[in-house]
């Protein structure tokens, strides 16, 4: 059984369609990745599956249940952990936990034992009486994550869980969220806009852009639709630029179209618009990617184009996202009209919330 | 879909709501001293004012305006219920409350029996302070003599009638909390209704007094009835009939926390 199936779910903001049309399936069990930019709508979706929003148009169930008509049969079944931090930081980390066990019915015993077990999980057992306000950012985020996993959830919501924290915590809660996943077979819908944390972490991803779903797969497959490597070459302009007064970025152009003839290549183009980026060509190939590196230099030669560096990668998530939108997820505030409806949309939320 | 009595009103969900509020209320004892601040100023100066009994329905001073500053001290800590709305909301903590299997209604009748709670035990603090200040209780039965019985019957009446005043204005609280979304619109509101509920109220000298077009404001105000009927019970004087009292804000009590109830689940979905 799948649980989670949204079919054709929309949201619309004054008009806005912050989700559009999203329709997707999360299978039992299975840790399930929203990624994509700020703004892209992820939140908005999440909100609606855990009955925080309705949807304007479309449906979606979460257990077996609808999310709108069956709201409290889904809230019984789901764990949220939100953006935001939502905890009471006047009463302690067991106070907060005891304050949602009893507000999912468990009884005494059932209370005392889980609160212990999730605190010993994420490390705090010795925190329990402390009062919430004197805890750390990572601290806090911990908390909210045994939180929710305190009533043993069927689905567990996070929603950026890793965000504004250092990178130890964020390895630590990764790791936790994996091990609650293998051991307490819980299914896991996590959004996010960090790339390692959707690759490291998602058995399947679904990148959504501007309120679309624009692909779903594993991490592995979606990276596949990049070829099997990246190469990044770095030209050099300089000779010609002196003399016929222009940078490298012509030079760079002209070698990523030569390039993009060569048959073991998926796609080849210039990279960037900053001060000096603009003279880097990046190729995605297929096969295996070091035994392309000889044919790419001897093209560039042939050409007279000269290469200043090369370097050569596995694509990442980034690069499907890049091949897929034309644009870096995290590269944002480059000005234009689709920043702009960006941020309208996220101040809109902001102002809805 | 059928729905249950248990799944509406969820006594587990109200009673955890209230447990916190009981929590964060003595966990915060500079907020529950710096609440009783102004109404403890207002009784302890206005006592020392030379009023005639004659012009306050035969009554020392001090026993006048001791059942008003009690009116005053539920009125204020009542509002200030709506606050921790509001506070909840730029915390977070509403999302854990309303991502949570219960319903709408057993939240907000929680959150109305937690704020009743703390403002009880304010308003029947302000009734102690006033003691040393001279206060005396004289029970209910006008004229008669402060009999111990009559005494007893006084203060529990009271008690009743403070539940009444608390609900009457937490339900107002609630209802702007939902409507006004900051912290800073709030208090300016409620400033500009606190304030002339307040002295509308009869607290702190006799409705006789007013002009007519402001004695008919003050019949519309529901802690005037609140403040006479307190008055009633602790020193046996008033002006309305103590059921009119309770009718009154038996009335004012049911739509405010209906109207409450209303705007919350409007606002929070």
Known sequence: MDAIVAERLTKCFNGLKAVDSVTFRVREGEIFGLLGPNGAGKTTLLKMLATLLKPTSGSARVCGYDVVSDADEVRRRIGVVFQEPTLDIKLTAFENLDFHARMYGMGKEERRRRIREVLRLVGLEDKADVLVENFSGGMQRRLEIARGLLHSPEVLFLDEPTLGLDV???????????????????????????????????????????????????????????????????????????????DGVAEAERLAAILSELEFVEEAGVRGC?????????????????????????????????????????????????????????????????DFVRWTHVLWHRRRR | MKTRIADVINPSAIYTLWLRETIRFFRLRSRVLGSLGMPLFFLAFLALLPVEPSSVHGLRYIDFLAPGIIGMTLLFSSTFAGLSVIWDREFGFLREIMVAPVSRVSIILGRIVGGMTTSMFQGILMLLAAFPMG????????????????????????????????????????AFASKLKDMSGYSLVMNFLVFPIFFLSGALFPLDDFPRWMRMLAYADPLTYGVDALRRCLVGVGEFPLLLDFAALALSGAVTVWLGAYLFERAEG
């Open chain 1, 274 to 338: 900053g001060r000096g980026r603009g003279s880097v060509v990046e190729v995605n190939v297929r096969g295996s990617g070091e035994t392309c590196i000889p044919e790419l230099v001897l093209a560039a030669a042939k050409a007279g184009i000269g290469i200043k560096s090369l370097s050569f990668r596995k694509p990442t998530l980034e690069d499907v996202f890049l091949k897929l939108t034309g644009r870096e997820i995290r590269d944002e505030g480059e000005g234009g009209f689709k």
């Open chain 1, 168 to 246: 130890q915590t964020r390895k630590s809660i990764w790791e936790y969220i994996k091990e609650r996943n293998e051991e307490e077979g819980v299914t896991v819908v996590v959004t996010t806009h960090y790339m390692e944390e959707a690759e490291f972490l998602c058995d399947r991803v679904a990148i959504i852009d501007f309120g679309k779903v624009i692909a779903t797969g594993t991490p592995e497959s979606l990276k596949a639709s990049c070829g099997s490597a990246v190469i990044t070459i770095a030209v050099d302009g300089s000779a010609q630029s002196r003399s016929r007064n222009q």
């Open chain 2, 135 to 174: 206060f005396r209780i004289r029970g209910l039965p006008s004229g008669g003599e402060a009999t111990t019985l009559a005494i007893l019957i006084g203060v529990l009446l009271s008690v009743l009638f403070m539940i009444l005043i608390s609900a009457t204005f937490i339900g107002m609280g609630v």
